[in-house]
T-cell receptor, first 112, second 112 residues
Framework: EAQVTQNPRYLITVTGKKLTVTCSQN?????MSWYRQDPGLGLRQIYY???????DKGDVPEGYKVSRKEKRNFPLILESPSPNQTSLYFC???????????FGNGTRLTVT | DAKTTQPTSMDCAEGRAANLPCNHS???????VYWYRQIHSQGPQYIIH???NNETNEMASLIITEDRKSSTLILPHATLRDTAVYYC?????????????FGGGTRLMVKP
């Protein structure tokens, strides 16, 4: 089944403890991106990648890192999480050029 | 990407057609109209998209006005499982990786 898989679904951590949220897609899509969703603010893009080793900042990149060493994987890294990064995170992929985005089921992160 | 305006919420009786409007008066000639929906806190789900012709798939129909300044998503026979937030987005066809602004969407409540 074609899908975008994120892990973990739920994560509670403490301020400053590095964490990684994984994202994998099995559709051979070139384009992948990360979003965060907060009440009243909708979905905001954090980072996106147009191909292996090609990444760029989205609307709210501060405090996040990404890497794209393989086409299928696009992990989101929080080197030093802070409480304002408590949010619902979504990974998405698309083959591009007019094609729709496919989203993962989300990761709910709580930073205390 | 052009901005869109949608009603905050709508109700629909189960089994009836749900017509969800969207205004995108500043849409450019190369921008597509996309519709996604989000059920509870799951990942947004692609529904349909179009450029200027009306489109239909197994989920819905998309009617775009001749001047392309507005569109309507039609769910022909709404069910309780169609209760969700529906997002109308306009974006350039080759802008696959760049920011995708979801906005507030329309909260559709399908009632028995």
């Amino acid at each position: 089944e074609a899908q975008v898989t994120q892990n973990p679904r739920y994560l509670i951590t403490v301020t400053g403890k590095k964490l990684t949220v994984t994202c994998s897609q099995n559709m051979n899509h070139e384009y992948m991106s990360w979003y965060r969703q907060d009440p009243g603010l909708g979905l905001r893009q954090i980072y996106y990648s147009m191909n292996v080793e090609v990444t760029d900042k989205g609307d709210v990149p501060e405090g996040y890192k990404v890497s794209r060493k393989e086409k299928r994987n696009f992990p989101l890294i929080l080197e030093s999480p802070s409480p304002n990064q408590t949010s619902l995170y979504f990974c998405a992929s698309t083959k591009g050029y007019g094609s729709p985005l496919h989203f993962g089921n989300g990761t709910r992160l709580t930073v205390t | 990407d052009a901005k869109t305006t949608q009603p905050t919420s709508m109700d629909c009786a189960e089994g009836r057609a749900a017509n969800l409007p969207c205004n995108h008066s500043t849409i450019s000639g190369n921008e597509y109209v996309y519709w996604y929906r989000q059920i509870h806190s799951q990942g947004p789900q692609y529904i349909i998209h179009g450029l200027k012709n009306n489109e239909t798939n197994e989920m819905a129909s998309l009617i775009i006005t001749e001047d392309r300044k507005s569109s309507t998503l039609i769910l022909p026979h709404a069910t309780l499982r169609d209760t969700a937030v529906y997002y109308c987005i306009v974006r350039v066809a080759n802008n696959a990786g760049n920011m995708l602004t979801f906005g507030g969407g329309t909260r559709l409540m399908v009632k028995p």
